[in-house]
């Protein structure tokens, strides 16, 4: 994860693994650790979503100052991290050529993984290769949850993308060990150094030149296109506009008001609407925008009435929601949906 991006947006699948770990190692209730956190709820269904880099370093953190007195939890968080995990980076990678090229892939994209720590990598003439990793501006529990986390998180991604394999030389790691790290230890076939001046992944002579076993050089031009687009997106997210919509997007009830999406955006609210108008904008159309967006969703599933989709994006009548969707589409909203089951969803 790069704190420079942190408009990324990530499966949520990092949430639901400390969610779990919350409720059945720690014993505690989600609704009230995001509570007592003071951090966005988040509603977890079948159906997985996505988050914010930003929204995510903040569960991180306060997963973290909750499980302080267990940090073992740590290190077992990471190995759930598997590959699949990771959306379209972690299939990039997993269909890479060889193991050196996945691991530039995933340095590439550092903006699109769920760690705190930044790795580089570098290669050697005789196929070694390694990841460094870097970090700052964390306190020490975060440092030291990040990189416990990541001790189990990279050795399962290595894992899953070789097959099994860990071609592993030696791992550094600039923390002092896990206080069950004797018994964590079954887990690598290599040395681990702990208190290391510089974090470190070392891999074996030759090993950058390893096959993958589901290499496919189709669904890696693929699924790379796919990470480079969502790169691209976070970027332009860095606008004032950018993160407005991100939020408006991922607003689970009421849309916000001027001077509340002001607050989450860390601006007064004549300061937000300045810099929407020098960005082309205004608060109100976007939020008409993401009403329109959100309708547009809703009314693609047959089962849920106008009557709650009027009250979903904000609207008290039915009757009020009718007349704005069909000022936003030229269509009525039945119309709507009936062309969209027509074409199999696909209605714009």
Same mark, same amino acid.
């Given at each position: 994860?790069?704190?420079?991006?942190?408009?990324?947006?990530?499966p949520?699948?990092?949430?639901?693994?400390?969610?779990?770990?919350l409720?059945?190692?720690?014993?505690?209730?989600?609704?009230?650790?995001c509570?007592s956190?003071?951090?966005?709820?988040?509603?977890?269904?079948?159906?997985?979503r996505?988050?914010?880099?930003?929204?995510?370093?903040?569960?991180?953190?306060?997963?973290?100052?909750?499980?302080?007195t267990?940090?073992?939890?740590?290190?077992?968080v990471g190995?759930r991290?598997?590959a699949?995990k990771?959306g379209?980076?972690?299939?990039a990678?997993?269909?890479?050529?060889?193991?050196?090229?996945?691991?530039?892939?995933a340095?590439?994209?550092?903006?699109?993984?769920?760690?705190?720590?930044?790795?580089?990598?570098v290669?050697?003439?005789?196929?070694a290769c390694?990841?460094?990793?870097?970090?700052?501006?964390?306190g020490?529990?975060?440092?030291?949850?990040t990189?416990?986390?990541?001790?189990?998180?990279?050795r399962?991604?290595?894992?899953?993308?070789?097959?099994?394999?860990?071609?592993?030389?030696r791992?550094?790691v600039?923390?002092p060990?896990p206080p069950?790290?004797?018994?964590l230890?079954r887990?690598?076939?290599?040395?681990?150094?702990?208190?290391?001046?510089q974090?470190?992944?070392v891999?074996?002579?030759?090993a950058?030149n *390893?096959?993958?076993? +589901?290499?496919? !050089? &189709?669904?890696?031009?693929?699924y790379s296109?796919?990470?480079?687009? /969502? $790169?691209r997106?976070a970027?332009d997210?860095?606008?004032?506009?950018?993160? *407005?919509?991100?939020? +408006?997007n991922? !607003? &689970?009830?009421?849309?916000?008001t001027?001077?509340?999406?002001?607050r /989450? $955006?860390?601006?007064?609210?004549?300061?937000?609407?300045?810099r929407?108008?020098?960005?082309?904008?205004?608060f109100?159309?976007m939020?008409?925008?993401a009403?329109?967006?959100?309708?547009?969703?809703? $009314?693609r599933?047959?089962?849920?009435?106008?009557?709650?989709?009027?009250v979903?994006?904000?609207?008290a009548?039915?009757?009020?929601?009718?007349?704005a969707?069909k000022?936003?589409?030229?269509?009525g909203a039945l119309?709507?949906?009936?062309?969209?089951?027509d074409?199999?969803g696909?209605?714009?």
């Amino acid at each position: 994860m790069d704190s420079n991006a942190l408009y990324a947006t990530l499966p949520d699948l990092s949430a639901r693994i400390m969610r779990n770990a919350l409720i059945s190692t720690a014993k505690v209730d989600w609704e009230e650790f995001c509570r007592s956190s003071h951090v966005r709820p988040v509603r977890f269904d079948e159906q997985a979503r996505e988050l914010l880099a930003q929204e995510e370093m903040l569960l991180q953190k306060a997963f973290a100052d909750c499980t302080a007195t267990s940090r073992n939890i740590w290190f077992d968080v990471g190995l759930r991290y598997r590959a699949i995990k990771y959306g379209e980076l972690g299939l990039a990678m997993m269909t890479a050529r060889t193991l050196g090229e996945a691991l530039q892939i995933a340095c590439r994209c550092q903006s699109l993984t769920y760690s705190l720590i930044n790795y580089r990598y570098v290669a050697a003439p005789n196929g070694a290769c390694a990841l460094i990793g870097s970090c700052d501006k964390l306190g020490e529990q975060l440092h030291d949850f990040t990189h416990y986390r990541d001790l189990g998180a990279i050795r399962t991604l290595i894992a899953d993308i070789m097959g099994g394999e860990l071609p592993l030389e030696r791992v550094t790691v600039t923390t002092p060990p896990p206080p069950d790290w004797a018994s964590l230890r079954r887990h690598f076939s290599c040395p681990v150094e702990f208190g290391a001046d510089q974090t470190s992944w070392v891999f074996r002579p030759a090993a950058a030149n *390893l096959p993958l076993p +589901l290499a496919d !050089s &189709d669904l890696l031009t693929l699924y790379s296109t796919r990470c480079d687009i /969502m $790169l691209r997106r976070a970027q332009d997210d860095s606008t004032i506009k950018g993160r *407005l919509a991100a939020r +408006l997007n991922r !607003s &689970d009830s009421e849309f916000p008001t001027a001077g509340e999406a002001a607050r /989450m $955006l860390a601006l007064s609210e004549r300061t937000l609407h300045r810099r929407l108008a020098e960005e082309g904008t205004r608060f109100s159309a976007m939020v008409d925008e993401a009403r329109y967006a959100r309708a547009r969703e809703l $009314l693609r599933d047959g089962r849920i009435s106008i009557e709650r989709i009027a009250v979903a994006v904000g609207f008290a009548e039915p009757s009020s929601f009718s007349r704005a969707f069909k000022r936003w589409s030229g269509m009525g909203a039945l119309e709507y949906r009936r062309q969209s089951q027509d074409k199999g969803g696909r209605a714009t």
